[in-house]
């Protein structure tokens, strides 16, 4: 059985930094595609990016390209979500997800697991 566990959010101001961090527990981490989702209140779920288990490639929805960078550890079973230059638009609740392929996709419907997510707020 697959868990996983998010950490790291928390109230910042515009123009900062946050990493959010992914502990993923369960057999054979380096064989799941890992994606970070986000949903703010009243809206639905959406992807902001994903790394492949096959090899590391990654996608970003647009607006975070160039401030957001996902990368995974499987020696610490762990995906991480470097988050630079906030905005307030960024504010939601954020979710870690797990998939059993390779194949990066966009959509919450094809990852098989999902953490609790964790509140990230950025002030302006």
């Known amino acids: 059985q697959v868990q996983l566990v998010e950490s790291g959010g928390g109230l910042v101001q515009a123009g900062d930094s946050l990493r959010l961090s992914c502990a993923f527990s369960?057999?054979?981490?380096?064989?799941?595609?890992m994606g970070w989702f986000r949903q703010a209140p009243g809206e639905e779920r959406q992807f902001v990016a994903a790394i492949s288990s096959r090899d590391g490639s990654t996608n970003y929805i647009y607006s975070v390209k160039g401030r957001f960078t996902i990368s995974r550890d499987n020696a610490k079973n762990t995906v991480y979500l470097q988050m630079n230059s906030l905005k307030s638009e960024d504010t939601a609740v954020y979710y870690c997800a797990a998939r059993s392929s390779p194949v990066l996709i966009t959509s919450s419907q094809g990852y098989d697991y999902w953490g609790q997510g964790t509140q990230v707020t950025v002030s302006s």
């Open positions: 369960g057999p054979t981490f380096n064989s799941y595609t």
